[in-house]
């Protein structure tokens, strides 16, 4: 059965459709008359993401748009979703927003991540991943799923071609969480395996640490090839939301920036969490 393409990033590729042809000081009515295939009530339609976006017509678009060969290639890419895992095939289930994510990350080139209280889902130890999950108001056989589909996620990060670059702030709290014994231990030797390869980089936020932006909440930005199509993930117990405008991802991109200056450094962060761990042994 095919599967649909995240409809976050359809309003994105319709978003920039939209300014693509209004930068050309082109009217609907001409590109109308002048692309094949294209008449108003679907250039209406792409440009509201109302329909499935088809790859030859948006590069019809692009094409007569003269837009710039890098965009053009990540939009068609997205469209043909070619980076899809294979191993989300039996997964389709699964909230269609957590879908997104899992999605796009396989997309985006890096992604710049605060938590405040929990480990980020990418850095997760199995027996973590389990401890979490099912601390929630699921069912058994939902538990298991979820925790294979967290840890098979980690594979944009060690894959041979482009692997993500993760940048995470990790709040002095989640390090100290109570878990089963060897749990937290286990965990925590991870980040520091993690830390060691060159696409990653983890701070740690000491309790210690003035007020900064983070207090807000936990947010994930991914960053794609192209700066216009980053977008932000706010996370929360009852919803989750993405943030979609440029002016606002802008927004939380310096709020990354100054939460990272307000964590401890990476030496520093790699000496807490040894000493966190050995506390624990």
């Known amino acids: 059965m095919a599967v649909a393409v995240p409809a976050v990033r359809y309003r994105r590729i319709a978003a920039e459709l939209r ?19 294209v008449n108003l009530v679907k250039l209406s339609r792409y440009e509201n993401a109302r329909v499935q976006l088809k790859p030859d017509v948006v590069r019809a678009l692009l094409d007569f748009y003269e837009c710039d060969a890098e ?11 070619k980076r899809r895992p294979g191993w989300m095939a039996g997964y389709e289930q699964l909230n269609p927003l957590y879908t997104d994510l899992i999605r796009l990350e396989e997309t985006a080139v890096g992604n710049k991540s605060y ?44 894959r041979s071609e482009s692997p993500l670059k993760l940048w995470a702030v990790i709040h002095e709290a989640a390090l100290s969480m109570s878990a089963a014994p060897g749990v937290m231990t286990d965990q925590l030797d991870k980040l520091l395996q993690f830390s060691q390869l060159p696409n990653i980089r983890i701070q740690v936020m000491p309790a210690t640490a003035p007020p900064h932006p983070g207090m807000t909440g936990p947010f994930t930005l991914l960053e794609f090839r192209q700066r216009d199509l ?21 927004i939380y991109r310096a709020a990354f920036d100054e939460i990272m200056a307000t964590a401890l450094d990476l030496d520093q962060s790699r000496h807490l969490i040894a000493q966190k761990r050995d506390q624990l042994k």
């Open 19 to 37: 300014r693509l042809r209004e930068l050309r000081n082109l009217s609907a009515e001409e590109v109308a008359a002048q692309v094949e295939g």
């Open 71 to 81: 965009l053009k290639e990540v939009l068609v890419e997205i469209l043909r979703d």
């Open 115 to 158: 938590e405040s209280a929990y480990i980020p889902g990418l850095l997760q130890t199995r027996q973590y991943a389990h401890a979490i999950i099912s601390s929630g108001v699921i069912n058994k056989p939902s538990v298991e799923e979820r925790v294979e589909v967290r840890i098979n996620r980690q594979s944009v990060l060690t």
């Open 230 to 250: 980053d977008l932000v993930l706010l996370s929360g117990m009852l919803s989750s939301d993405w943030v979609e405008d440029p002016g606002q991802v802008d």
